[in-house]
């Protein structure tokens, strides 16, 4: 397409392939994960799956406006379609720091409504949003205001013992009048209280059917599910009821699911593990050269040969050399040799519930 062909969309010019692969990028996505979801790991998880959308790291608002932006703002241009996902509750400062991200070339900017811990309700964000939700309508106006890309909102279905349909509507419905018109909703409860992080994740029970009923009450809105997906098969059931499904700790620990994922809906070659890990080479390579040490890159491809004959090893190979002196990319090969994966198929099929998606 050449540059006449190009449309202003949002104040923003963009090619409209970009565009249409923006919005189909929502049927599948990686959700943000502190400490886990950095630049590399999003390359990683861009070569295994072209088409779905990511997501940085929350980062508060503050420190993107006042923190390392070339640190805390990394990101590759192979990795568009990327979020990045804000933590903060002063509508003025997530404005700014909106414009921030926008202007460094991100494609989408979420506000992060449903982390739990301790540390993020101390700063009055997070999870504990949805009991404000004319704040988090007054942040999402003004980071609208400030920025040419989207804003979304990351969501949890209410907060401790609220089991209230109506007041995640509610929420949901404010939110929306300030201009926001995609949620990702984790269909569970954030305790703020009494439950970590970690056990946040698990212990509250999952209700997918508020999402269901979430997209059947207001079609206008894209709603994306998110929350204790672990396979394709589940992944799958997602889409008759919403727009999309968000992955997150299945597409750390099992990484090849992401890859499945997104032959089985949006199309492409079923590639080995090997393959899509040698595909990683240049960009490993090109790192180490800047000083990088291996072992802020290979920890995210641990998961790789997960269930796999040699599964195990191959972990343990790059677990105990990646931090040494000198390791290389010679130890991600020693590693692939003991799993035996060179070039044979894909050691995974995708499931026939998985498949024909549009």
């Not at 449309?7 to 090619?15: C, N, P």
């Not at 991200?101 to 506000?111: K, P, Q, R, V």
Request: proline letters at 5%; hydrophobic letters at 40%.
């Amino acid at each position: 397409m050449s540059a006449t062909e190009e449309r202003e969309i949002s104040g923003k010019s963009l090619d409209l392939r970009e565009k249409s692969r923006y919005d189909a990028s929502l049927r599948l996505s990686v959700a943000p994960m502190m400490d886990w979801t950095d630049s590399h790991c999003r390359v990683f998880h861009r070569l295994l799956a072209p088409n779905a959308r990511l997501y940085s790291e929350m980062v508060h608002a503050n420190a993107v406006i006042h923190g390392d932006q070339g640190r805390l703002l990394a990101m590759d241009p192979v990795e568009h379609p990327v979020a990045l996902q804000l933590g903060g509750s002063e509508p003025e400062l997530l404005a700014q720091a909106a414009r921030i991200g926008a202007h460094t070339g991100f494609d989408e900017i979420n506000l992060n409504c449903g982390c739990p811990s301790d540390r993020v309700q101390a700063g009055r964000f997070g999870a504990c949003l949805m009991r404000e939700p004319a704040l988090v309508a007054a942040s999402v106006k003004a980071m609208i205001g400030s920025c040419d890309v989207p804003v979304t909102v990351k969501c949890r279905l209410g907060v401790d013992d609220d089991h209230d349909y109506g007041r995640f509507r509610a929420f949901i419905d404010e939110v929306a009048d300030a201009g926001c018109t995609m949620f990702v909703v984790h269909a569970r409860n954030a305790w703020l209280k009494g439950l970590s992080p970690k056990e946040n994740r698990d212990v509250p029970p999952l209700r997918y059917d508020w999402a269901y009923r979430l997209k059947a009450e207001r079609p206008d809105l894209q709603v994306i599910v998110n929350g204790g997906i672990n396979d394709a098969d589940e992944a799958t059931m997602h889409l008759d009821h919403v727009d999309g499904a968000m992955l997150g700790r299945a597409a750390y620990h099992d990484p090849y699911l992401l890859h499945r994922l997104d032959v089985a809906w949006f199309g492409g070659e079923l590639r080995s593990r090997a393959e899509l890990l040698r595909a990683y080479r240049p960009y490993v390579e090109a790192q180490l050269e800047r000083g990088v040490y291996l072992k802020h890159i290979v920890r995210h491809v641990l998961g790789l040969f997960a269930g796999q004959h040699g599964g195990r090893a191959f972990r343990q190979v790059l677990s105990e050399g990646a931090h040494k002196p000198g390791a290389d990319w010679s130890l991600i090969e020693r590693a692939v040799a003991i799993t035996g994966s060179f070039a044979y198929d894909a050691a995974a099929s995708i499931p026939s519930s998985a498949t024909g998606r549009p």
